[in-house]
């Protein structure tokens, strides 16, 4: 007897504009494979509603009236007893102020509001399986950003707790290769990236690899062209 259907992923959009939450939730809901679940015009209602209907994915638009994208992140992560969803920042500004912020609150990816149809239903899948997204504008942007911030703090106490080999991924997947491309450069499986990768997230307490790349830019692991 052939394996049931995988259930849909479960997806609530939050923005502040009618029209973008009519759009992005017709199209979503054309997938197979997704379900939209719910939609909120402001930040303020999504804590409910994300209580209410538990999705897989939200998509977070990042400026809006009353609460704010990041607060709105910051308030579901610290939702108890609650398995938090992954939370996708959609943004018209690939240079927002908010980038950093959000991602430290725990959203998962950044995509731009001028991505193709194609781009927002694979990152919805991207991050609905566990993984971080960030769109190559915002990838450099954080680069651009670190560049010109101060010496970062020494930290050398926290990236003790990991291997050399550990550090070696660490660096790899701060410069967007994927497990793939770090196996073949390092030597290893890709089963063995994937190990390591979870220990580092492990060991320093990060969520996803959008957050092992802020920790080796803020830490000085990496340094923006180097």
Do not use: C
């Amino acid at each position: 007897m052939p394996d049931p259907s995988p259930s849909p992923i479960r997806v609530v959009i939050v923005d502040d504009q009618a029209m973008v939450r009519q759009g992005f939730g017709a199209l979503l809901d054309a997938q197979e494979d997704v379900s939209v679940v719910g939609s909120a015009s402001d930040g303020s209602e999504v804590v409910e509603l994300v209580r209410r209907t538990r999705p897989d994915v939200v998509l977070m638009d990042i400026r809006m009236p009353r609460m704010n994208g990041l607060d709105a992140t910051r308030a579901i992560h610290a939702m108890p007893g609650l398995a938090h969803p992954r939370v996708l920042v959609l943004t018209t500004f690939d240079a927002d102020e908010y980038v950093f912020s959000a991602l430290r609150a725990g959203a998962s990816g950044f995509l731009l509001k001028d991505a193709t149809a194609e781009d927002l239903v694979s990152a919805v899948r991207v991050v609905a399986s566990g993984e971080a997204l960030l769109a190559p504008s915002i990838t450099s942007r954080l680069i651009a950003d670190y560049a010109a911030r101060p010496a970062p703090r020494d930290t050398s106490a926290v990236l003790s707790l990991l291997t050399e080999r550990e550090l070696d991924v660490m660096r790899l997947v701060a410069t967007g290769q994927s497990n793939a491309e770090i196996a073949e450069g390092l030597f290893l499986s890709e089963q063995t990236v994937k190990t390591h990768v979870s220990r580092i997230l492990a060991k320093l307490g990060l969520r996803d690899r959008t957050q092992i790349v802020v920790a080796a830019y803020e830490s000085g692991l990496v340094s923006a062209g180097g």
